[in-house]
């Protein structure tokens, strides 16, 4: 820079850290009745979901037992994965 005098300069020092990661949880395994309907949602937070049955979306429903796997990315592109069995 150009200051009255001549030139100046300085330095500044710039820490970056990534956010805290958003909580991920199913919660428990869940059990299901016949014609009973159980509703999964991994949480907001997250910028792209995956889940077992390739479903991108925040949330699945089933009526079928069986394990369900939820795979999870922030805006850092960092992943967590969680599971439940209903």
Do not use: H, K, M
């Not at 049955?53 to 939820?70: K, L, Q």
Request: some cysteine; proline content about 8%.
């Amino acid at each position: 820079a150009q200051a009255a005098c001549g030139e100046a300069s300085d330095t500044l020092t710039v820490t970056a850290v990534n956010p805290p990661l958003p909580p991920l949880d199913l919660g428990p395994d869940a059990a299901i009745c016949d014609n009973g309907v159980v509703t999964l949602d991994a949480g907001p937070g997250f910028v792209r979901y995956r889940w077992s049955n390739n479903s991108t979306e925040r949330s699945v429903t089933t009526t079928e037992p069986g394990w369900w796997i939820v795979e999870t990315w922030d805006v850092c592109d960092r992943r967590q994965t969680d599971s439940v069995f209903v």
